[in-house]
């Protein structure tokens, strides 16, 4: 067969199969591919060039050969991703079975902490009104307040004897002793982290926070 390229310069058949390689693995094609080297210099003929000899030789010395066997080898480093991917999936798969249960027991919880009873001890502070609306003259205690007795939607609720006119830590405030008389007061909002009361005339409001 005669070099299409370059007239009376040797040319050899090399036959080879495709390896991809990455991070994560290596793939190895099972199917044999041919290509015409010139010699000595080890040139590629291109495919285009080849002639009809040469397709029809090359076809029968892959037939002469046995069937070629593919590959698929995972890096060290594919397969510490694999592991992780894994895990993940693994671990999503977890989290989406228990995501209505974790829901419903954190929705539980948050009506626990908005549920108002008899009995519990709030810090809060509570704002005295002159006149319903108007912010002036109000007077304002910070402190530890109890729920004495609820009545439907009506509340009675005790300050403790000794207010404080401005914010202090808890452990400085009273939360044992209560005074006997009660403010009578309708809920406004009740909230896991926030309740506020206020009397029925517009004049009290008492805003409670931590539970005791």
């Known amino acids: 067969m005669e070099n299409p390229k370059n007239t009376g310069t040797p040319m050899v058949l090399n036959l080879f199969q495709r390896?991809?390689?990455?991070?994560l693995w290596m793939v190895k094609n099972k199917k044999v591919f041919p290509q015409f080297l010139e010699t000595p210099s080890g040139k590629i003929i291109p495919r285009r060039k080849w002639t009809d000899k040469m397709i029809a030789f090359?076809?029968?010395e892959i037939e002469k050969m046995p069937?070629?066997?593919?590959?698929?080898?995972?890096?060290i480093f594919g397969w510490f991703f694999l592991l992780f991917t894994?895990?993940?999936l693994g671990y999503l798969a977890y989290e989406g079975i228990k995501a209505p249960e974790k829901a419903a027991?954190?929705?539980e919880r948050m009506t626990e902490a908005a549920t108002v009873r008899e009995g519990d001890i709030y810090l809060g502070?509570?704002?005295?009104?002159?006149?319903?609306?108007n912010p002036l003259g109000m007077k304002g205690d910070f402190g530890f307040f109890k729920v004495v007795k609820i009545?439907?939607?009506t509340y009675q609720i005790a300050k403790s004897v000794e207010m404080s006119k401005t914010i202090k830590p808890k452990d400085q405030l009273n939360s044992t002793?209560?005074?006997q008389e009660t403010i009578t007061v309708k809920a406004k909002e009740l909230e896991p982290y926030q309740k506020s009361f206020v009397s029925e005339d517009g004049l009290v409001e008492i805003y409670l926070g931590e539970k005791k």
Not at 19 to 23: I, N, P, S
Not at 67 to 75: A, F, S, V, Y
């Open 67 to 75: 069937p070629q066997k593919g590959r698929i080898k995972i890096t």
């Open 151 to 153: 009545n439907g939607d």
């Open 86 to 88: 894994i895990g993940l």
């Open 19 to 23: 390896e991809t390689a990455t991070a």
């Open 125 to 133: 502070r509570i704002e005295v009104y002159e006149e319903k609306g």
């Open 177 to 179: 002793n209560f005074e």
């Open 105 to 107: 027991k954190f929705q």
């Open 58 to 60: 090359a076809q029968s």
